[in-house]
């Protein structure tokens, strides 16, 4: 009798490890860089669902990396943002169950606003 009970607890837990491991949410993992190939760090990073408004940032590594994780399925708009890029927007980012969505970007660097040399032209005196 006490033989069978551990038979049928081995079984019955056996059963239910698969049911731990699914998951129903997605995410969003890529790499930024500029046109050189080099990596961009410390660019935000956001994902928005355009569905319900929520709304996950995260920080870009050293080597150019992020992941959006554990997003729930539906359509996301994913912005990245630095100091020194322009700012990068997809909408329509789509993001399925046990899912990743794969998406590198590269951007080039902003040009400083409102940044202006003057040049001397001639010899004037004024």
Known sequence: ?????CTLAFFLLASTAPLRAQTTNGSIQGTVTDPSGAAIGGASV??????TGLTITTVTTDAGLYSLANLPPGRY???IEGPSLKKYSREGVTVQTAATVALDVWRSLRE?????????VGNRNL
Do not use: A, E, F, I
Request: glycine share 8%.
């Open 46 to 51: 956001t994902g928005r669902n355009l569905d």
């Open 112 to 120: 400083r606003d409102g940044y202006c040399r003057r040049q001397p």
């Open 1 to 5: 009798m006490k033989r069978l009970v």
């Open 77 to 79: 708009t994913v912005s």
